[in-house]
Every structure is written in C-alpha cells, then in structure tokens.
C-alpha cells in the first residue's frame, strides 16, 4: 500500500468510525454462504472508494474474514485482494484512465495456470448507503438518485454523513476461479468475460435492494383512469346506475384513493428503527429462515409475491421488517379494509398496504378498479403480499385458502408480464400471539371486536416479553413453471380478455399446493412442543421428567425422520427447551418430595391448543402410527399401511399435509424404525407391540391425532345410522355431537366444535367419491373408513356416540 494511501486511510478511520453504522448480509458469510477458509480469497466491488474499502474492512473484522488491506500472498508473491470495476467520477473535468482490473482478473486466472492446486474465491460485494429508490417523475438528478450511482468524492462525503447510518454491505456467493480456468481457459475474453458477468450481477443487486422507483399516486391515478379497461367499466357504471360519465369518474377515482397505498421510504426507515426496538420489547428474538432464496429470485428478475400464513396483526409488521431487514425490498400489502382507520390506516399506507373489502360483490366497477391497480403493480415491477386465508386463524390450523388474490394474481400474468412470477409461501410462528385471548372469546360466541385506535392503545399498554418470533420462508412457486408442467398450452390464452376454463381448477390447485408448502416450513419450539404434550395428558399434567422424556420423543422423531427439509428445530436441548417454554408463565408449576408437576389449568389448556395446531401437521401421521399399534397390539406393518392409506387423505385436507399416497409405505417403515429405536414398541412374530417400560411416551404420541379421528368418527357414525340424510343437515348434526361429545368428556379444544372443518370433512369425503353429485352416500365406504377408525378411539368416546345416534 503507498504512503498516501496509508495517510488517507488514517484521516478517514476517525470519522468513518462516527458516522458509519455497517449491517452485514448474510450476517455469517462464512456459514451461509459456504466459504472455505482453507482457499484464498479477493473481493469485486463496483467502485474505487477508500470509504468503502474502510467499511468492507470492518466489516469483515466482525463477520471473521480477511480484510481487503490484507494483501494476498501467494508464492511469495504479494497480490491485492480487491477488485474494483470503476473509479469515482473526478470533481472537475473528464474521467482518468479506467483502472485496470482487467489485467488484474487476467493475472489472478493466470495464477490457475500455472498451479493447479490453487483455487482462489471471487467474493462480490456490494456496499448499499441508503436504499431509498426514488419517486417516478423525480428530476433524475435528485438526491434519491444520486446515492445509487457512483458518485465523485465530494457527492461520496455528503452520502457518508447522510446515510452513513444505512449503510448494507452485501456479501455474495463466491465464485471459483479454478472452475472459471479449467472450464472457459485463462486468456484476456475470460477476464471480459468475468467483467460483464459482475457488471451485471452489481446492477441486480441494486435493482434487488432497492426495487423499481415507488409510484407517484395521481400519476398512478391519471394511468389508471386511462387505462381501456376501467373507461369501459365507467361507461358501464353511468349507463346501469343512471348517472353522468363525469360522476362515474369521480366515483372510480375514489375507489382508487381507498384502495392505492402511498409508500414512504422515510416511514419505512423510522419502521425499522420502531420495530427493532418493538421486537427486543416483546419478543426474546426472531428466527428468520430461508431469505437467501428469495434474494435470490429477487436477484434474478422475478415477480415475488408473498403468500403468508396469518396469525395476528404483528404478521404486516413482522414480514415488511424482516424482508427489509434482509435486504430485500418490502412488498407492497393487500390489507383488509377493517384495518383503514386513524391512525393505523395511514400509517399502513405509508408502509405499503393497500386496502381490500371483504366482497367485491354488487360493485364491479369497484372490482375492475382493484383488479387494474394490482395489474399495474405487478407491471411495475413491485412485490406483493396478500394472506390466502383471508383472515386470522382463530384456531392455530390454517385455515382453507381464499382463491381470490391468488386468481387476480394469475390473471395478472396472463396479461403479459415479461418476467417469471414466483410465490413465496412463508410461514410465521409465536411463541406467543398477543389476540389469543380474543381467539377464544371470538370462539365461544362473542363477536369480533372492531378494530380502532383504542384497542391499538390496549395492546400496546400490554407489551411484555411474549418469547421468540418465528419466519421461515418456504419452498418458492413459479407460477410459469407450474403452468408449463400442469397446462402446457396456457400461453396460447395470454392477452385474452376472456377467462380460460382451466383457471378455476388450476387457482384452487394452486392454493392447496401454497397452504401445504407454508406448513412444510412450520417452526418447532419449546412452548408449542410443551403444549402438545400437556394437552395430550390426562388432567393436563406431566412431571417434569415425563415432560422432558416426551420433548426428547418428538425431537428424535422430527430429527431422525424429518418431515420436510423447509421446516426448522430447535438448536436447544429439551432440557432449555422446557426451561424457556415455562419463563413464559402459561403452566402451573407446583412441588412434592418426588420433584415438579407442570400442569395446565382448564383456561390455558383451552389457549393452548392454538399453539399444539401450529405444528400438529408435523405429528398427525407419526400419531397414526403410534394409535394404531397403542389401540390394536400386535398389528402387522401391512395392516399399519392399509389403515393409514384409508384414514390419510382426510388428514391430507385438513391439514394440508404433503405427503403422496405412494410416499406413505416408506415413511410408516421410517416412522416404524424411529419407534423401535426410541424402544416405545416391540416387534414379536411380525406385529408391533407396546413396549411397556415407554407405554406413556407412546400413549402421549398417540393421543395428539385423538380429537381428529373422533370428528371423523362422529360423521361416519352418523351417516351409517341415518344413510339418507342430506350434507347440511350432517355438517348440523355433527357440530351438535361433537358439543355433546366435548361437554361430557372435557374436550376443550375449540376447533373441536368448528364447523369449518365439519364442512371441510364433508368436502372431502365428497372429493374422495364417498358421496356422488347428488349426496348419496355409498353406505359400503363409509362403513369400511368407519371400521378402519372406531378401534382406534377409546370405549366410553365410541359408547357416546353410538348413543347420539339413537336420538
């Protein structure tokens, strides 16, 4: 390093120190990006700035990286470990000569030629200060657009002490330079090759972070008014209701100003700074998983649109700050027009959501307006998030899909859109949800309290520490890809006004595959796995060294046999598992000469249920397993298979699990394995039985699928004693058993006696041919699924409803 190099370098650390405040993403490089210590490495950066090189070296004192002032040594030869594309613009006149990486990306390839061992790893980085994107019609010369240039050294100062504060260094997947010699040679086009590639890859990384410039409102207005599509619904809307073109605009435009968001970078920075400090106040930290592949796509061009499930209301708040917080550009939100009310709706505007009603019924001027105003964000290139729910589950379960987002969205892409569009499913998890109290209220017949700034006030006078947050982000879906292997001649209809008879099964297809893949990433932690096991007790009450015995059988089992490669487990052993589950004061924890009982009392047992249904999809078929060689000792594994085979596509539905029928007979053998590992069962003249030394570990398993196949057990019966009766009247009389049924043997879970899933039930055994078009039940089916299920529930559940079927 020269000498004037050394002296710039020690008059900026000073100031640099004060004003510069670094993120790193990923923020273990090393581990998430697959580094390899033992193989040298060099950086490529965009532009030569001494700021940005001092930042990128600290950076990589605190991520455990070389420093890129520390030169590359290698056969005795000392070698720059950065590359940079570009110099800064000067202050005055014309650009100096380029710098020449090109003979440095030559002299570094050639260094592979003559010592096949070496294998030196490129490392682009981008260095972001501020990632505000601009507004359209801006004056491109604006300071929004200046701070994502290359700026000269004066404009380079003024971003320092302005953004200093926001500035992301982003590390990238490394290339080699051993494969780029043996695969493409050594000469100079490799190093031009090598120059366009990072080019371009700088230019993504700019677009990914930042997104297209945000939408100036009357602009987006004037071009939607515009637009052939909601002319033609105005003149429609003057003609069916009698008044004049002009009112008819009037009464479009304001359909426009409920429903467009009006997004503010600003408020997004203050939100991240809010959240943070909101986040470390309620929450003990946030588990965040899977955000490299959406930066990736992110990366790559795509259209992403965020498919999440929804919990509470912290869902909005915690899904924009993680996206942004990962770098990423937060999405543009659809939002129930309920949460439109001050101070919260223009607050949420601001941050990106716009504004839905719950029918779009009777008002299709209404309609054309929303369907074009979501056409014209994804035409812009923003991202989008909408809940498929449709509304907070009030149980834990995901709730069946509304397809009506989901449809607009493809409708969207059959437009035209010139990039792929991709579907994140993510899901979110809480250690606690701080509406669950409302949930059970809601649950027993109370009506859904509106919301307004006072109840904000009332949650927020509540903030305590509610333990971790969890967001994983699932298994993407391009929707071009799905189309090309499911409707191959689907872009023979794109551009058509006309809507494609396909649509509508390939949507509702479309939703189950994205509810599915949002329970692949479920979440596993100590409260929701404590939860399953207390529930699963009788009385509600474990020891603590019954508990912990059953938080390890369920962590084996998860581990040995994984139930998707997207969901995560904890790092902690059962033993801190545990201890965490109960700093958060939601067990009775009382103390005799032989050690702690941990219990639940009626009214926790009943909030508890919310979070065992969060990840009671992981267990429905290792619960099957287990009940099925707990209820009918000595079973063969044939049998085992048989009756999973029958009883599994109505937990299929409900629970939007994600195995295939053909996949069932190799996961009973894994599920089988693990069991007789875990030694909770034996195996003696080719059946299983229980192993009585681990009977309640095996009892508790079995217990968790018990509640379920008493639901089903309810509808079959009753269809077998009354063979006529219609589908409205056994989706009634089931939810009346199912009361009875809870009443008299203490079931408290409240979707027990939610009648969703008794339609739900009744769907599905339509679907599944046990009823025809006409709901006629085939009587034989029924009685064979009944036969397959009745051995499985205890004598006093099966006398109780044998008994209401004679009422």
Not at 397 to 408: C, D, E, F, I, W
Not at 736 to 749: D, F, Q, S, Y
Request: with cysteine; glycine share 6%; hydrophobic share 40%.
């Amino acid at each position: 390093m020269s000498l004037g190099q050394h002296i710039s370098r020690a008059i900026l650390q000073w100031p640099i120190n004060g004003l510069v405040n670094h993120k790193s993403l990923p923020e273990n490089p090393i581990t998430e990006l697959n580094l390899d210590s033992s193989r040298p490495i060099v950086y490529a950066l965009k532009t030569s700035s001494i700021t940005d090189l001092m930042t990128l070296q600290r950076c990589c004192e605190d991520v455990g990286l070389p420093g890129p002032f520390t030169p590359l040594e290698h056969n005795g030869q000392l070698l720059p470990r950065y590359v940079c594309l570009d110099r800064p613009p000067p202050l005055f006149g014309q650009r100096n000569k380029p710098l020449p990486f090109l003979q440095e990306f030559h002299q570094l390839l050639d260094l592979h030629k003559l010592d096949p061992e070496l294998d030196i790893q490129v490392i682009p980085v981008t260095l972001f200060w501020g990632r505000a994107p601009g507004r359209e019609g801006e004056d491109a010369s604006g300071w929004n657009i200046i701070s994502s240039l290359a700026p000269n050294r004066l404009k380079k100062a003024l971003i320092v002490i302005l953004k200093g504060r926001e500035n992301l260094v982003r590390f990238s997947s490394p290339l080699s330079l051993r494969y780029m010699a043996d695969k493409h040679g050594t000469d100079e086009a490799i190093a031009h090759k090598l120059a366009r590639v990072a080019r371009t890859h700088f230019s993504r990384q700019q677009l990914a972070a930042t997104g297209p410039k945000l939408p100036n409102r009357n602009l987006l207005f004037r071009q939607l008014l515009d637009s052939r599509v909601i002319q033609q619904a105005v003149e429609e809307e003057a003609l069916r209701d009698g008044i004049t073109l002009e009112k008819a605009q009037r009464r479009a435009h304001s359909y426009m100003d409920e429903i467009a968001s009006n997004f503010s970078y600003r408020l997004v920075r203050l939100g991240e700074s809010f959240l943070g400090w909101l986040w470390n106040k309620l929450y003990r930290g946030l588990s965040v998983n899977g955000a490299e592949k959406v930066r990736q796509l992110a990366q790559e061009g795509h259209e992403i649109v965020y498919v999440p499930c929804h919990r509470s209301h912290m869902d909005y708040l915690l899904l924009s700050y993680v996206i942004y917080h990962q770098g990423m550009v937060p999405p543009h939100i659809a939002a129930g027009i309920n949460l439109n009310f001050w101070p919260a709706g223009p607050i949420f505007r601001h941050g990106g959501a716009f504004f839905i009603r719950r029918t779009f019924k009777g008002n299709p001027l209404y309609s054309t307006v929303f369907r074009e105003y979501l056409n014209l964000l994804f035409a812009k290139g923003y991202s989008v998030e909408f809940f498929a729910e449709g509304g907070r589950s009030r149980t834990g379960r995901l709730l069946p899909p509304k397809t009506g987002m989901l449809a607009m969205t493809l409708q969207a892409m059959m437009g035209g859109l010139d990039r792929p569009v991709t579907l994140v499913p993510v899901y979110l998890g809480y250690e606690h949800v701080m509406e669950v109290n409302t949930y059970h209220n809601e649950l027993k017949g109370s009506r859904k309290e509106k919301e307004s700034f006072l109840q904000v006030l009332g949650i927020l006078r509540k903030l305590r520490n509610y333990g971790r947050g969890f967001v994983n982000f699932g298994e993407p879906l391009t929707l071009n890809s799905y189309l090309n292997e499911h409707v191959p001649a689907w872009k023979a209809e794109i551009g058509q006004d006309t809507r494609p008879d396909w649509m509508a099964p390939t949507v509702n297809q479309l939703a189950d595959l994205l509810m599915t893949r949002i329970n692949d990433a479920a979440a596993v932690n100590g409260l929701t796995l404590s939860a399953l096991a207390l529930l699963a007790a009788e009385r509600h009450a474990l020891t603590r060294d019954e508990l912990y015995a059953q938080l390890n059988t369920y962590l084996d089992l998860l581990r040995q046999v994984p139930y998707s490669v997207q969901s995560t487990l904890p790092d902690e052993d059962a033993n801190t598992l545990l201890d965490q589950a109960m700093e958060l004061n939601k067990f009775e924890v009382s103390e005799d000469k032989l050690g702690q009982i941990i219990s639940l009392d009626r009214y926790q047992a009943i909030l508890l249920t919310y979070y065992r249904n969060n990840i009671l999809h992981l267990f429905a078929m290792p619960s099957l397993v287990a009940a099925l060689i707990e209820r009918c000792e000595g079973i063969s594994r044939d049998k085992i298979v048989t009756r999973c085979l029958a009883i599994y596509p109505l937990l299929k539905t409900e629970l939007f699990l994600r195995y295939q029928d053909h996949e069932l007979p190799e996961l009973i053998d894994a599920l089988l394995s693990e069991l007789q590992r875990q030694q909770l069962i034996t195996v003696d003249d080719g059946g299983y039985w229980v192993n009585p030394a681990n009977q309640t570990r095996l009892l508790l398993l079995a217990e968790s699928i018990q509640e379920t196949l008493q639901r089903y057990a309810i509808v079959l019966t009753r269809v077998l004693a009354h063979p006529y009766i219609d589908a409205a009247q056994l989706e009634a009389d089931g939810l009346m058993m199912a009361e009875r049924l809870g009443t008299l043997h203490g079931i408290n879970a409240p979707e027990f006696f939610d009648q969703k899933l008794f339609s739900t039930l009744i769907q599905t055994l339509r679907n599944q041919g046990y009823l025809d078009a006409s709901s006629k039940f085939d009587v034989a089916r029924f009685q064979l699924l009944a036969d397959n299920i009745a051995p499985l529930l205890s004598n006093k559940i099966r006398r109780t409803i044998q008994a209401g079927n004679q009422l």
